[in-house]
C-alpha cells in the first residue's frame, strides 16, 4: 500500500473550517485514501473515503486532485469536539480485507 | 460500536506469563484486524484475519500469534508477554463480502507488563 504524508499538528479556529492535506505521491489506481481520527485514546472512528471523485458526507468531505497525488479533508465547521489525530490511509480493495496501514496523523487541535 | 467487544479492558501481568486478548464481534463480519498503539505512535498492524483458520502478518507480528476458529472471535496471544509489549492494543473489523468499506475499531485493551 501507497505511503502517505501528513503534516505533524495544525490548529483551527472553533467554527472555522479545517482543512487537513495529506500526500500520497505513490497512489496506485485501484487503491483508495480513507480517513480516519482518533480522540484521546479511543477506537479509531471512520470519517470517508473515495478514489476519485470528492466525496461529502455527514462528517467531512474529502477533495482528492485530479492527480490522486493528495487529498485534504474538510471539516466545514469545527467544533472542540473536533480535536483529534487525523489519519490518511491509502489502501487497495481485495478479497483478502488488505492491511489497513496507519501513519503518524495530524494532530488537529481546535481552540475557543 | 459495530458489535466489537473487547476482552478484557485493563490487564497487568508479568513478564513471561501468556496473554490473551478477545476481540468479539456480533454481526458475522469477515475480517478483522489486530493492533497496537504505544506513546508517540501511530497505530501499528499486528496480525488480521479474512476468514475462519485464514489470518496473516502485519507489521509487527513478532511475539504474537493469532487464532480464528470460529467467525465472531478473533484472539491475540503473547506467549511470553515481554515489557515492550506493554501498550494498548486495538481490534477492528470490516464488513463482510465488501472490498470496499470502512473498518470500525473497538475500544482497546490496556495491557501492562511488569
Known amino acids: 500500500d501507497a505511503k502517505t504524508t501528513q503534516p505533524t499538528s495544525m490548529d483551527c479556529a472553533e467554527g472555522r473550517a479545517a482543512n487537513l492535506p495529506c500526500n500520497h505521491s505513490?497512489?496506485?489506481?485501484?487503491?483508495?485514501v480513507y480517513w480516519y481520527r482518533q480522540i484521546h485514546s479511543q477506537g479509531p472512528q471512520y470519517i470517508i473515503h473515495?478514489?476519485?471523485n470528492n466525496e461529502t458526507n455527514e462528517m467531512a468531505s474529502l477533495i482528492i486532485t485530479e492527480d490522486r497525488k493528495s487529498s485534504t479533508l474538510i471539516l466545514p465547521h469545527a467544533t472542540l469536539r473536533d480535536t483529534a489525530v487525523y489519519y490518511c490511509?491509502?489502501?487497495?480493495?481485495?478479497?483478502?480485507?488488505?492491511?489497513?496501514?496507519f501513519g503518524q496523523g495530524t494532530e488537529l487541535s481546535v481552540k475557543p | 460500536d459495530a458489535g466489537i467487544t473487547q476482552s478484557p479492558r485493563h490487564k497487568v501481568t508479568e513478564t513471561g506469563t501468556p496473554v490473551t486478548l478477545r476481540c468479539h464481534q456480533t454481526?458475522?463480519?469477515?475480517?478483522m484486524y489486530w493492533y497496537r498503539q504505544d506513546p508517540g505512535h501511530g497505530l501499528r498492524l499486528i496480525h488480521y484475519?479474512?476468514?475462519?483458520?485464514?489470518?496473516d502478518k502485519g507489521e509487527v507480528s513478532d511475539g504474537y500469534s493469532v487464532s480464528r476458529s470460529k467467525t465472531e472471535d478473533f484472539l491475540l496471544t503473547l506467549e511470553s508477554a515481554t515489557s515492550s509489549q506493554t501498550s494498548v492494543y486495538f481490534c477492528?473489523?470490516?464488513?463482510?463480502?465488501?472490498?470496499?468499506?470502512?473498518?470500525?475499531f473497538g475500544q482497546g485493551t490496556r495491557l501492562t507488563v511488569v
Open positions: 477492528a473489523i470490516r464488513l463482510r463480502d465488501a472490498s470496499n468499506t470502512e473498518a470500525f
Open positions: 505513490t497512489i496506485s489506481g485501484n487503491e483508495y
Open positions: 473515495g478514489l476519485k
Open positions: 490511509i491509502v489502501r487497495v480493495a481485495d478479497n483478502q480485507g488488505g492491511k489497513l496501514i
Open positions: 454481526e458475522n463480519h469477515r475480517y
Open positions: 484475519s479474512y476468514g475462519v483458520k485464514d489470518t
